[in-house]
């Protein structure tokens, strides 16, 4: 089975970080899905509980969702 069209309205990484710089020095391509045969997501993870950066872990531990 063909692997999914990228999106056209495609929003990921900032091309000016460090994440898309150390992807593309790995051979890695706008548009490409990751993995060895280049078959994984194409887009980035979106974030599912609005929860500010480094709030993950201790709103987990304390059994807080969302």
């Not at 495609?10 to 898309?20: D, I, L, M, P, T």
């Not at 150390?22 to 997501?41: A, P």
């Not at 609005?50 to 807080?64: D, H, S, T």
Request: proline share 3%.
């Amino acid at each position: 089975m063909a692997a999914p069209e990228a999106p056209l309205c495609y929003v990921g990484v900032a091309r000016k970080s460090a994440a898309f710089r150390l992807m593309k020095q790995m051979g890695w391509e706008e548009g490409e899905g990751l993995g060895k045969e280049k078959q994984g997501i194409k887009g980035h993870a979106k974030r599912l509980y609005g929860w500010e950066e480094g709030e993950g872990l201790e709103k987990e531990k304390q059994g807080i969702k969302g």
